[in-house]
């Protein structure tokens, strides 16, 4: 079955204990994504990457990494985390760059004590 | 800056009937795309419809249609028909410059 995962669904840290959330397609889609959603403010890109080792900021960058080391894993990690980064958080991939519908994960629930 | 307005927090309408939700955006690109997301209580991000800019025919999906202003960058969808299954949140998004820019959502509640 053609999908996004991502691990952990739920996950609830204390500030400052780094983590990482795996986010993995079968699709052999070239871009992956990653969103945050907050009530009120819709879903905003944290960053994106074309290909491997290719990746970019979004709109709300600060406080995470990503990596792209093969096509099909892009890793969401907070080195640091805080409260202000609870949120839920997706990933998502689409076959090429521009305009091609982007599949969604579903979602991980993060909450930063 | 927000690219992309949803002026509508939430919407209610009775079963079987129509619900008309509004989006504008903002883009300097000539080439762009525009969607609309549903995001049911289960949170899955779900693809409702798709139009791209050069093109001047708007797009249809069943009972879900658009009305695609490009002069007015105005993108509202409409629901026809409605269904308690349509219960969910609706995101306007804009696909430019390599990015997806969302509207912050329109809550829909069908009503039996």
């Known amino acids: 079955e053609a999908q996004v995962t991502q691990n952990p669904r739920y996950l609830i840290t204390v500030t400052g204990k780094k983590l990482t959330v795996t986010c993995s397609q079968n699709?052999?889609?070239?871009?992956m994504s990653w969103y945050r959603q907050d009530p009120g403010l819709g879903l905003r890109q944290i960053y994106y990457?074309?290909?491997?080792?290719?990746?970019d900021k979004g709109d709300v960058p600060e406080g995470y990494k990503v990596s792209r080391k093969e096509k099909r894993n892009f890793p969401l990690i907070l080195e640091s985390p805080s409260p202000n980064q609870t949120s839920l958080y997706f990933c998502a991939s689409s076959l090429e760059l521009q305009g091609y519908e982007q599949f969604f994960g579903p979602g991980t629930r993060l909450t930063v004590l | 800056a927000q690219t992309v307005t949803q002026s509508q927090p939430e919407m209610s309408v009775q079963e079987a009937e129509t619900v008309t939700l509004s989006c504008t955006y903002d883009?300097?690109?000539?080439?762009?795309?525009l969607f609309w997301y549903k995001q049911p209580p289960s949170r899955q991000m779900i693809l409702v419809i798709r139009?791209?800019?050069?093109?001047?025919q708007n797009a249809t999906e069943n009972r879900f249609s658009v009305n695609f202003q490009k002069a007015a960058k105005s993108f509202s969808l409409k629901i026809s028909d409605s269904q308690l299954g349509d219960t969910a949140m609706y995101f306007c998004a804009l696909w430019d410059d390599y990015k997806l820019s969302f509207g912050a959502g329109t809550t829909v509640t069908v009503r039996a």
């Open positions: 990457s074309m290909n491997v080792e290719v990746t």
């Open positions: 883009t300097s690109e000539s080439n762009y795309y």
């Open positions: 139009q791209e800019a050069y093109k001047q």
């Open positions: 699709m052999n889609h070239e871009y």
